[in-house]
Each structure stands twice: as structure tokens, then as C-alpha cells.
């Protein structure tokens, strides 16, 4: 039996968006026990030369919206990455698996020898097969980003495991 492209791609955007959505919860609550200011995460890089934690966040959302638009011929919502707030980010992910949710399988499916052109760092771009731009490109983008998202937490003491990052609130 084969898996079908938005098989293989939305179901899997939306379950580790709302993970990522549980982590932040996580670090909501943190900051709340804690009684740190919340910027120290919002901010917050494990290398001079990486993005902020609040981009890591814009970015996984990105990465899923825009593969789903993209393959599908749609028009993805357009965010302006104004979010400085644990809360904002919370709403961007919300917002991003809200517009995931109505994306139908009809407009995926049967895409994947669709050749699709994206943007590949500030001035290049790529051509990939729909099914090789899922699964080579905008799930490990994504994974990437939460994975970095998840260690940014971690590293700042707040508690989440490997279970949250996989199963998130319904662990």
C-alpha cells in the first residue's frame, strides 16, 4: 500500500506544530515558576551565528505552510515574524495548524512528480519533485527547526523531554 503526499506531509506538519505548540506551553509555565523575563528564551541563540528562538519557531511554521502551498497551488497565510512573546509564537503555530487543517487532499495528492521551485537561503533557489521536496526537504526543514527550538528550552532549564517533543500534550 502507498502513502499519499498529504498523507505523508499535512497530518505530520500538524502533529509536531502542536507539539512544538505544548513545548511552549512548557516554557510559558517556566518562566511563571521561575519568574525569569521571558525574552531570555524569545531571544535566546545557541551560536552567535544562528537565529533566535523566535525564529526557529517562524520558521517550522514556514516550512509546513509553505510546502502544502506550494505543492498545491494555494495561498499560504503571510506572517510579518513580528512575534516577541512566548504567546505570540503560540498563536503563529495555532494560526499556521489552523490553516494546514483546511488544506485538502485533493490538493496534494497526485503532485508528486509536480516540479517545484523554492527559495534556498537569501539569493538561490531549488527545483525539486513534489514527493522529494516533502520528504528531503520541508520535514527535516521543519524537524530542524523544532529540534533547535527544543534544545534552546532545554538548555535554559526548561523542563521538557524527548517525549514532549514527540507526543507533546498527549503524553
Not at 531570555?40 to 552567535?48: E, F, G, K, W
Not at 519533485?129 to 527547526?145: I, K
Request: hydrophobic share 45%.
Amino acid at each position: 500500500m502507498s502513502i499519499s503526499l498529504h498523507t505523508a506531509s499535512v497530518p505530520v506538519f500538524t502533529h509536531f506544530l502542536n507539539n512544538l505548540q505544548h513545548l511552549l506551553s512548557k516554557a510559558q509555565a517556566d518562566v511563571a515558576a521561575r519568574g525569569y523575563d521571558e525574552q531570555a528564551l524569545v531571544q535566546y541563540r545557541l551560536a552567535p551565528d544562528m537565529l533566535p528562538f523566535k525564529m526557529q519557531i517562524c520558521i517550522a511554521c514556514d516550512a509546513a505552510k509553505l510546502c502544502a502551498a506550494r505543492i498545491g497551488g494555494l495561498e499560504a497565510p503571510k506572517y510579518e515574524n513580528t512575534e516577541n512573546t512566548l504567546a505570540e509564537l503560540v498563536t503563529r503555530i495555532a494560526n499556521t495548524v489552523a490553516w494546514l487543517e483546511t488544506v485538502p487532499a485533493s490538493a496534494l495528492d497526485g503532485k508528486e512528480a509536480l516540479e517545484v521551485t523554492f527559495p534556498s537561503g537569501k539569493t538561490a533557489t531549488r527545483t525539486m519533485t513534489g514527493q522529494t521536496y516533502v520528504t528531503h526537504w520541508a520535514l527535516p526543514n521543519m524537524y530542524f527547526h523544532i529540534t533547535t527550538a527544543y534544545n534552546i528550552l532545554r538548555h535554559n532549564g526548561v523542563t521538557v523531554g524527548k517525549i514532549d517533543f514527540l507526543m507533546g500534550a498527549v503524553a
